[in-house]
């Protein structure tokens, strides 16, 4: 079954926006297979974006992802590349429709409140870096 990566990012976070975001996939259908609430220091940011090194914008993209904790998170379903980033809507607020995550809650591009893997080898490559044990991993109990 198809798997995507997403995150919502520190001003998602900060803004009280966890369980809308999580509510939409949920209610879309989507099934959460892994979570973390956790903190990235700068060079995993800048593995995780790191086809956008060239750009202009990219040292504050970094700041931006490190400025506090983010919610990582493995969405499983058909087709939940896609349909995930048509819920998340377009990269920037201001082209965004009403009804996507990001037409809803945002208007600036450096602030967009979420990520989402943009095609099935990303989401693949980008589940890796951030759940390297493995999204099985945190189902294990406790003791
Ligand atoms: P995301 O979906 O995480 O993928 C790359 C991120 O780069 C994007 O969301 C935005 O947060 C950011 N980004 C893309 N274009 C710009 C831009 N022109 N200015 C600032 N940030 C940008």
Redesign the pocket.
């Known amino acids: 079954m198809e798997q995507t990566f997403i ?1 919502i ?1 520190p001003d998602g976070v900060q803004r009280g926006l966890i369980g809308e975001i999580i509510g939409r996939f949920e209610k879309k259908g989507f099934t959460l297979k892994g979570l973390k609430f956790i903190n990235v220091d700068r060079p995993f940011a800048e593995k995780h ?1 790191a086809d ?1 090194s060239a ?4 040292s ?2 970094v700041d ?2 490190i400025s506090g904790p983010v919610v990582a998170m493995v969405w499983e379903g058909k087709n939940v590349v896609a349909t995930g980033r048509k819920i ?1 809507g377009a ?2 607020p201001a082209q965004s429709e009403p009804g996507t995550i990001r037409g809803d809650f945002a208007i ?5 409140v ?3 893997s ?1 095609a099935v080898e990303s989401a693949r490559k980008e589940i890796a870096l951030w759940f390297p044990e493995g999204i099985t991993e945190w189902q294990k109990t406790v003791h």
Do not use: A, E, Q, V
Request: glycine share 8%; net charge positive; hydrophobic share 40%.
């Open positions: 995150m990012k974006y956008l750009k202009p914008f990219f504050s993209l931006y992802i998340i990269t920037n600036d591009i450096g602030r967009n979420i990520h989402g943009d």
